[in-house]
């Protein structure tokens, strides 16, 4: 890589690579975890699938579903892996890590106020 | 003579070996991965925390939340933001009321409120009715929305679903056992039909294709007709869903050019109360549905006025009377099986409704521009 790409984009070291690591983990469980939190809450009859894509899938059955959701979700964990090289790819799990976990924690709480 | 190490005569330099792995390196290696996973969990726990802080931001910003608190006797529910309660109803362990839009029931037992409706595509609910397993009520996108539908919520399941769809809601839902009643037109056709449904299988049976406010009660169905210009039917339709048979009831001991209240039924007894606008007399009367036998309940008289229809459950009569000096209310009881009218509760307000359901009575009134609902346990 030449000095100017290098500068375009940063390369991360070793500790940001183990970072990158455990942040893919977790958004892999997170997936599962609001998965298994919408699935309920549309079962319980209190809420509606706001994705249109995920509504799609929803509606077709659980097979389709659990096989559309967990399936992006590992292509994009490994995607991201396959890009530790690059700091970018760090920023992109926090970011999608911290999202999921507020959307994961506020479907739980809104489960269990019910 | 020795031949020389090297062929330019340097001294030789010894292999490079990598130094063996110690114990400081296997700490280091051990505490970056701690640092890393350490850092990762700081990242769920932020994510965490604002997901929490917006569920409660979200929670204190919802006007359905009332205040709860306990009383000696039952319960104290009390309006915390601008939207009143109202539409209150009662069955088994369930309290029922509305809040703006927002359908939401109480268990009796714990105090624990839940939201039922409406869902998210909907904007306008309409009055609930319970039984004791099921709260029926309409959702719609909106008030004049030209299509609206029946939900339930089975407390057993702790599940809401939808039960129908309809064309246009032309009365409130009434709830008993595993039936639910409602006067509806029909997609396609357009004329009023009474109609029951089968709530858990979601069967529907038309009782009768015309137009009526109707109330069910275990297999009853009745609804009042041909009413004048004071409200008071001039009979009631009773269907027997069992027997399938249909007859009327002319109401008896009537009061002359009293205004009509509302009325309820449980079992083969019809309960209604009237009230004369001019001498503020009002009266509430228990009739059988099968003999006709009718019997006055309450006479509400000396400046004292009946404010709502009387509710029944069992042998038990419940109604509210405004006080002759306008300073509160009382909710009174009297059980059909003998025995005097009785105080169940003064109340410092205006009472709006009352219902009843076993031992349990409850009541919505208005102080000021605060709504408030109360229930206490009458003694058998």
New interface residues.
Partial sequence: MTSWARRRTPLLG??GV??L???L??LWILNVADLLLTRYSL??????E?NGVMDYFFRSGTVPTVGFKIGMVTLGTLLLWRLRRYRTALFAG?LL???????????A??VL?? | MPEPLTRDGAPPVPPRVAAPLGANAETARHT??A???L???L??????????A???VE?GMSTWRPEITRTASGWRIAQAHRVPLSAMALGGDSLVWGSGPSIIAMDLRSGRL??LGP???SRATWDPATSRRYVVWFEAQGASAGEASA?VYDSAT?????LATLDSVLSLPSASGNLAAWCCTTKGEGAPSIVTVDIATGEESVVAPEYGEPVLDGGLVTWPTRTGATGMPAAWALVDLAQGRRWSLVPAATLLNAHFLGYDLSGRTLVWGQIDPASGRGRVVAQNVDDGAASVVAEVTDGAALSSAPAIDGALVVWAETLANAGGSRVMGRRLSGGPAFLVRAVEASVLSTAVSGDTVAWLAQRGKTTFIETTTVSR
Avoid: N
């Avoid at chain 2, 702790?158 to 939808?162: A, E, V």
């Fill in positions: 070793p500790f183990r970072v690591l455990w942040l983990v977790e079962a319980q009859g209190f809420a509606t706001s926090i890590t911290g999202v999921f976990a507020a959307v994961v924690a506020y479907q709480l809104w106020s019910f | 970056s991965e640092r890393a996973a850092f990762a969990a990242v769920l726990l932020v994510g965490i925390a604002l997901g929490a917006g569920f409660f929670r839940k939201l869902g998210p595509a939900w702790r599940r809401r679903r939808q």
